[in-house]
């Protein structure tokens, strides 16, 4: 308890309250600005921490990590081009909603969740780190194939009445993960003896591609006077708390399963939030309302998203095992301060660890008010027309697109992929399917094929481990049922009928 | 049946199964592996994939041509060549062309032209707007992301590249 008392009067002195306050604000700054991101704003401000006490140091990092994560969210609500990849999801509902004039409310839900998500998971961190890692360091192949195959299956609640469309629509992605060196023989796949391809395709271009780049490509044809966008003044509005209670289960179930998906060390932000909306989905009544523009869409992945934040500093702090790429970088600000994170640090250096904690809590509590700062600042720019505004997103677009990894062939693949979202609006194929299938199909098919070679070929290995089996079981009746409803309810449903209204 | 078989979903159906099954052939350059992982190599995911789209176009384009048969899907329309037809080539060409010459001219030199292409392309009547945006914009990203995030954006070749390193 002494401990903890230190610990948070060091961190509400003025020193460590700025670095919280301005690394949450520049966080969210460089996450929300496509081609940057929490990782590399991170990476960049660790020189910044030589000079620093390491608790500031560290304090600062987690701050920005934060920010980062929430940030993405803001340009992908406002413009459908996601900051970080950790936002993909939430512009598949935010964005439609934005675009129905709602965009204050969409980003003051994005806001609110992901600050109790944040909170959530910082509380769960701080009060059974140890026990929480050891269960996730149990989990193996046949828990992750399970997990990949789980958020999968949302494929078919997504399609609403064009259900073959949502699978064709999965296949492409999962066929387009496919692509590159296979990860367990090293063979070429689909590389038509280029190098190019050898790498993969990076779900970010794509995703950056099939969304905005398809968006401007439709709007050209459309003509920018006909598409019947109203751009009107963006105020965020946080939601009530009648509105909150309405979400109470989506935020509690997202912030569980994103807490849980952060600890799992590799996994990371990025697919807790498609796993987090894919359940939000599930366990809705409503799932054919998704992608419309929802809020349990925007509420699910950013409680996610924020929570699988906290949950991967569980396997940093706890074991010295990085939970995410910007875990990982953080491991740098502890080595700079000559540190090295695991079990060991908590009997060596308890203030720290606790400091961390509160300093995190802080954070999620400023991201409130850094959220709404640079949303405003960034929704400014959805009052100007689209002739002028398409040009300028399609510019981000380019940044972002090259700035992964310095390469123009990523931005040729963020070119191809915007044909290909133009041609799947056109012709009203859904294209989210498409993009959570590109995400996951690696996981799923390496789980699945490391988890047969490890259970010697033995499929029962898969289905009879407790919690793997039970993600299956629930997976397979959900899908049975979700199909089954859907056949029930409208026969010429699997026609994949357009119902262009 | 004409029309039905010119349905949208049909031609797509019809690309998508013709396509998936030139990849599952290239599949074969996979190989039987005899080594490490040869039960489920790597040509088996694919082709659950491949064997899957195949399924479902035959799918999707049976239940479209069978739905304009009936009546219950509307037969296609003429298919005829409009001005958005050519403001989508147009836009698209132009992305195509300033990709293609990013790497010779540079961010800093194509990224206004561009721009201006396509605020044309879209509409923009604001000659203000048209000729100021581009290059605020060009400039200010050039900078945040070469000077404060040491993104390397291209520079071009020859006397672009001098202009560029003008700036960065």
């Known amino acids: ?501 | 049946m004409l029309k039905a078989l010119l349905k949208s979903e049909v031609i797509i159906s019809a690309i998508c199964a013709a396509g998936a099954l030139y990849l599952f052939f290239e599949t074969k350059a996979f190989g039987n592996l005899n080594v490490y992982g040869a039960k489920l190599g790597p040509d088996i995911w694919p082709k659950l994939i491949l064997v899957s789209i195949m399924a479902l176009s035959v799918g999707l384009a049976y239940n479209t041509i069978k739905g304009v048969l009936k009546g219950i899907i509307p037969a296609s329309d003429k298919i005829q060549f409009s001005a958005a037809n050519l403001r989508f080539i147009a836009a698209a060409g132009l992305i195509a062309t300033y990709l293609a010459l990013l790497p010779l001219v540079g961010f800093l030199v194509l990224t206004p032209v561009m721009m201006i292409a396509f605020m044309y392309l879209l509409g923009e009547k604001s000659k203000t707007w048209i000729f100021s945006i581009p290059f605020v914009l060009t400039i200010g990203v050039v900078l945040v992301f070469t000077k404060l995030m040491y993104v390397p954006l291209p520079r071009g070749t020859g006397i672009f590249l001098k202009i560029s390193h003008l700036l960065y």
Not at chain 1, 194 to 207: E, Q, R, T, V, Y
Not at chain 1, 219 to 246: D, M, N, Y
Not at chain 1, 417 to 425: N, P
């Open chain 1, 1 to 501: 308890m002494e401990i903890w008392l230190g610990s948070l009067l060091n961190v509400l002195s003025p020193v460590p309250l700025m670095l919280v306050a301005g690394g949450v604000l520049a966080g969210v700054m460089l996450g929300a600005i496509p081609g940057l991101n929490s990782p590399m704003g991170t990476a960049l401000l660790i020189p910044f921490t030589f000079a620093m006490e390491p608790a500031n140091g560290l304090i600062l990092l987690t701050a920005v990590y934060c920010g980062g994560t929430f940030g993405g969210s803001i340009s992908a609500i406002l413009f459908n081009v996601p900051g970080a990849p950790e936002a993909s999801v939430t512009g598949f509902d935010g964005y439609p909603m934005a675009k129905s004039g709602k965009a204050g409310k969409a980003l003051g839900i994005a806001i609110m969740c992901s600050c109790l998500g944040g909170i959530f998971s910082v509380l769960v961190m701080s009060l059974i780190s140890p026990q929480l890692a050891r269960v996730a360091l149990s989990f193996s192949e046949p828990e992750y194939f399970a997990l990949a195959l789980a958020a999968l299956t949302l494929i078919s609640s997504l399609g609403g009445d064009k259900m073959i469309k949502a699978f064709i629509a999965g296949c492409i992605g999962l066929l387009a993960a496919t692509i590159g060196i296979d990860p367990m023989t090293s063979i070429e796949r689909f590389t038509f003896g280029g190098d190019a391809l050898m790498a993969g395709i990076n779900f970010i271009p794509a995703l950056i591609g099939a969304f905005a780049v398809g968006e401007i490509l439709m709007t050209a044809e459309a003509g920018v006077k006909k598409t019947g966008e109203t751009v009107t003044k963006v105020s965020t509005e946080l939601p009530k708390i009648i509105e909150l209670l309405r979400l109470k289960w989506t935020i509690l179930r997202s912030a569980v399963i994103g807490t849980m998906i952060g600890i799992l060390p590799g996994v990371g932000a990025t697919t807790a939030a498609f796993v987090g909306y894919s359940e939000a989905v599930r366990w809705s009544k409503h799932p054919e309302k998704f992608g419309t523009g929802i809020p349990e869409g925007i509420a699910a992945p950013e409680t996610c998203n924020n929570a699988a934040a906290g949950g991967a500093m569980v396997p940093l702090l706890t074991l010295g095992i990085p939970g995410s790429a910007t875990t990982a970088v953080i491991i740098g600000g502890f080595l700079v301060h000559g540190m090295q994170p695991g079990p060991m640090l908590f009997i060596n250096q308890p203030g720290l660890m606790y400091s961390l904690f509160i300093a995190m809590f802080l954070a999620n509590i400023f991201m409130l008010f850094s959220g709404v700062i640079v949303a405003k600042l960034f929704s400014n720019f959805r009052k100007i027309r689209y002739s002028i505004l398409g040009p300028c997103i399609f510019v981000f677009a380019t940044v972002g697109a090259f700035g992964i990894s310095n390469d123009m062939f990523d931005v040729w693949v963020m070119f191809v992929f915007g044909l290909i979202g133009y041609i799947m609006k056109k012709f009203d194929f859904p294209i989210a399917p498409l993009i959570i299938a590109l995400v996951l199909g690696e996981l799923a098919e390496i789980s699945l094929r490391r988890g047969m070679r490890m259970a010697n070929w033995d499929v029962s290995e898969f289905i009879f481990r407790p919690i793997g089996g039970t993600i299956l079981l629930i997976t397979c009746i959900t899908l049975i049922f979700t199909i089954y409803s859907k056949m029930k309810k409208k026969p010429n449903v699997l026609a994949g009928e357009i119902s262009k209204t």
